[in-house]
């Protein structure tokens, strides 16, 4: 299936728009940016931005396929120990 957004300049998300594309609060999604657990994001102008790319990557850890399978590697929005935070390749302070 082609892609259509092939061509065009890459498409970045405030944090409410952000939250809808994912299903989360957008509060949730400002506490995985506080824990390090959420999606890569950038700052342009002090504002903060997510990339579709950066998001669907995200979800896509979390991606399981069925009840039995362990769970993906999307931490709840919460602080972790850092035995916890190193599978997903963010440092936790």
């Known amino acids: 299936m082609p892609d ?11 944090t409410p728009e952000a939250a809808r594309f994912l299903g989360l609060s957008g509060r949730t999604l400002e506490k995985h940016r506080t824990y390090g657990t959420g999606p890569a994001y950038r700052k342009l102008g002090g504002r ?30 919460k602080r972790h120990n850092a035995q916890q935070a190193s599978g997903s390749g963010r440092a936790v302070r």
């Open 48 to 77: 903060v931005v997510y990339s579709l790319e950066d998001l669907q990557a995200w979800a896509n850890r979390g991606a399981v396929t069925s009840t039995s399978d362990p769970s993906g590697q999307v931490l709840p929005a």
């Open 4 to 14: 259509p957004l092939a061509g065009l300049p890459p498409r970045y998300l405030r």
